[in-house]
């Protein structure tokens, strides 16, 4: 299971290259793990109870959308990246979508 530190450098680099830490996805596991360590990793950051551990990353807007990507919280690095308009209706389905493709990829890893 990835370290509440590991989690921060990867948090840390992502902030370091423009990116904006926006939701994150914990396991009831890793969120149990987290809190007995007393780690505040995530700040103000909406965090959903999920059967993956993911963190929601975005950058400033691009001509297509706003890329948003989303990163697996493993010691082994794995992100999917899409660019999503904040302002369509479906925005929050297009995010589900890509949380589900993430999960079908990670279990067939």
């Known amino acids: 299971m990835i370290s509440a530190g590991t989690i921060s450098e990867i948090v840390g680099v992502y902030e370091k290259h423009g990116w904006l830490l926006r939701r994150v996805l ?9 809190a007995a360590a007393g780690e505040d990793i995530f700040r103000d950051v909406r965090i959903a109870d999920s ?4 963190a929601w990353f975005s950058r400033p807007p691009a001509a297509e959308g ?10 082994s690095p794995y992100s999917l990246l899409e660019n999503i308009d ?11 979508a890509v949380e589900d493709r993430l999960r079908k990829n990670l279990g067939s890893r």
């Not at 914990?26 to 987290?34: D, G, I, M, V």
């Not at 059967?51 to 993911?54: E, R, V």
């Open 26 to 34: 914990l396991s009831s596991r890793l969120k149990a793990e987290l």
């Open 86 to 96: 904040e302002n369509d209706p479906g925005f929050e389905d297009a995010l589900k």
């Open 66 to 75: 706003v890329p948003w990507e989303i990163r697996h919280l493993s010691d």
């Open 51 to 54: 059967d993956i551990d993911a």
